[in-house]
């Protein structure tokens, strides 16, 4: 059994993460940026923020201190894209050799179009592993049955992850393709917007369910493109995520893509809602122009949500692409 696991970021996923690991582990250390935060999970053992009816489990201690992770031997960062150069590189000359760290964020660097994977390496010198699965928040924190895909090139560091996460109801898959697991969960995110417009504009079942397969497909060609295995595409963090990610309410990039489907513009600023997607959508836009890449679902997302054109002209447009 492992003495201590830490979890970096208090929110719904990190909560839900902490959940999931906690039965083979001593403790789990949960940062929270805010000490309020931390100090009213210790005290009510519930993060009244995001789950406040749900009870956490007794081995889940809240830190305010990145230092206090200094002899965890697994670090699950669950944090948006955008976060985590910056808390690797804080997290750098805190840890031990033997630290491995695990990655949830589902996204890619704004500027660099680095991987989070790519981007942990660059900061810290080590490989991450990489997590990405239809992990709903609320669902895993009751302890559910859920599932995940991870992928790393150490295959010391996967076997040591693998053992953390998997319990009689989380199923873990691994594997070494990094690349794929890692654009899973970057084109989900673009789908899920595209699956949300269709919904929002109330396209007809049978056409939402024909974009639903080019797209699909579109994934598997994008990721073989950029180095990964498509095949990789029909594992939980690829065709478990897409679903879940595309059909359900429970998911940001969903919900955005309904709201622009029904002409509904969403000022991120003034909601406080971060939309993981949208940033997404510009990042794939320069990775297929970079590299002459046709793709019909990042065509039409980026013609809605980016430029702003009339969704039914941009699903017409999508449609003749079929």
Same mark, same amino acid.
């Given at each position: 059994m492992f003495s201590?696991?830490? *979890?970096? %970021?208090?929110?719904?996923?990190?909560?839900?993460?902490?959940?999931?690991?906690?039965?083979?582990?001593? #403790?789990?250390?949960?940062y929270a940026r805010?000490?309020?935060?931390?100090?009213?999970?210790?005290?009510?053992?519930?993060?009244?923020?995001?789950?406040?009816?749900?009870r956490l489990e007794e081995n889940i201690i809240a830190i305010n201190d990145l230092n206090e992770l200094k002899d965890a031997e697994i670090i699950f960062l669950t944090l948006p894209s955008s976060t985590i150069r910056d808390v690797a590189r804080n997290l750098k000359g805190i840890i031990s050799d033997d630290c491995v760290l695990?990655?949830?964020?589902?996204?890619?660097?704004?500027?660099?179009?680095?991987?989070?994977?790519?981007?942990?390496?660059?900061? =810290?010198?080590?490989?991450?592993?990489?997590?990405? +699965?239809?992990?709903?928040?609320?669902?895993?924190?009751?302890? =559910?049955?859920?599932?995940a895909s991870i992928a790393c090139k150490n295959e010391q560091y996967l076997e040591k992850v693998k053992k953390a996460l998997s319990t009689s109801k989380f199923k873990v898959s691994a594997s070494?393709? *990094?690349? %794929?697991?890692?654009?899973c969960g970057v084109i989900k995110n673009v789908i899920a917007i595209s699956q949300g417009i269709c919904e929002g504009m109330k396209i007809n079942d049978n056409a939402r369910f024909s974009v639903f397969t080019k797209t699909y497909n579109e994934t598997k060609e994008?990721?073989?493109?950029?180095?990964? #295995?498509g095949n990789t595409v029909d594992d939980y963090?690829?065709? %478990?995520?897409?679903?879940?990610?595309? =059909?359900?309410n429970v998911s940001r #990039?969903?919900?955005? +893509? *309904?709201?622009? +489907?029904?002409?509904?513009?969403?000022?991120?600023?003034?909601?406080g809602v971060l939309f993981e997607g949208k940033n997404t959508?510009?990042?794939?836009?320069?990775?297929?122009?970079?590299?002459?890449?046709?793709?019909?679902?990042?065509?039409?997302?980026?013609?809605?949500i980016i430029d702003r054109i009339n969704p039914k002209k941009a699903f017409e447009k999508f449609w003749d692409k079929l």
């Open positions: 201590n696991r830490g *979890v970096v %970021g208090a929110g719904a996923m990190g909560t839900a993460i902490s959940q999931t690991i906690c039965d083979n582990t001593k #403790n789990v250390l949960l805010r000490e309020d935060v931390a100090n009213s999970i210790n005290e009510t053992h519930f993060n009244k923020d995001y789950f406040p009816d749900i695990v990655n949830t964020a589902k996204g890619l660097e704004k500027g660099s179009q680095k991987r989070m994977s790519q981007v942990i390496e660059e900061e =810290t010198g080590r490989c991450a592993v990489v997590l990405s +699965g239809p992990n709903i928040a609320s669902e895993m924190v009751r302890r =559910t049955f859920s599932s070494d393709d *990094v690349i %794929g697991v890692e654009y994008l990721i073989e493109k950029f180095g990964g #295995n963090c690829g065709f %478990g995520d897409i679903i879940t990610a595309s =059909t359900l #990039n969903h919900t955005l +893509g *309904v709201l622009y +489907g029904q002409n509904i513009i969403v000022d991120e600023k003034a909601s959508i510009i990042i794939m836009k320069e990775l297929c122009e970079k590299y002459n890449i046709e793709c019909a679902t990042v065509d039409f997302t980026y013609d809605v």
